[in-house]
């Protein structure tokens, strides 16, 4: 059973066109006689701030969110992760990035659409009281991270990580926040995946 998801959407008119495309294939395949699902998910890719701040709006036209952290950290940030001399600026953990997330998990819990997220955000294990804590149930990662990832969530407590979530969004820099997670479960991921010092590679 496959999906449908709408990238780079930024305003509920773009969604209703793009619905109107899918309905438009739709009608064609039923012209042909063309067995389908009529019954397709769809969902938007939420990666530019506009659709962070409309999701309640998006809500009422999609049965799923996933969170494109690449993209959305970079134009939330105006930071480009290609150029050098901004690149050490990008950061997850910017407390505006995280009552994002926040925003849209209680958006998401409220109407009922499903929530993911991809990205390199949803790939590194550090990360994973955050998210657990959030609400997050289905995350993307390639393939290499898998292991470590799938290991750390079975070492969290989901109840413990929704109160550390709670702390982490009363935090006011990235700094902070990562010391804030280094100290609180940095045991378990050096302990469980040998961290190198320089935390360069997982």
Avoid at 122 to 139: F, Q, R, T, V, Y
Avoid at 176 to 185: A, F, K, V, W
Wanted: hydrophobic letters at 45%.
């Amino acid at each position: 059973n496959v999906r449908v998801m709408f990238p780079m959407i930024a305003s509920l008119a773009e969604v209703k066109e793009a619905k109107r495309l899918l309905a438009q294939c739709a009608a064609a395949l039923e012209k042909e006689g063309v067995p389908f699902n009529r019954e397709i998910e769809t969902g938007i890719m939420i990666e530019v701030p506009s659709a962070v701040v409309i999701a309640d709006i998006l809500a009422r036209e999609v049965d799923f969110f996933s969170i494109g952290t690449n993209d959305l950290i970079q134009y939330t940030l105006a930071i480009d992760r290609g150029n050098r001399e901004v690149a050490h600026l990008y950061s997850p953990l910017h407390p505006a990035i995280l009552r994002m997330l926040d925003h849209l998990a209680k958006v998401a819990a409220k109407t009922g659409v499903k929530l993911f997220m991809c990205g390199e955000m949803a790939g590194d294990p550090m990360n994973m009281p955050i998210l657990l804590g959030m609400g997050l149930k289905e995350l993307s990662v390639n393939p290499r991270s898998m292991p470590v990832v799938k290991s750390m969530i079975r070492s969290l407590s989901r109840e413990e990580a929704c109160g550390f979530f709670r702390k982490v969004l009363e935090v006011t820099s990235s700094a902070e926040i990562s010391r804030l997670i280094q100290d609180s479960y940095g045991g378990i991921v050096s302990q469980k995946f040998q961290v190198p010092a320089d935390g360069s590679d997982w």
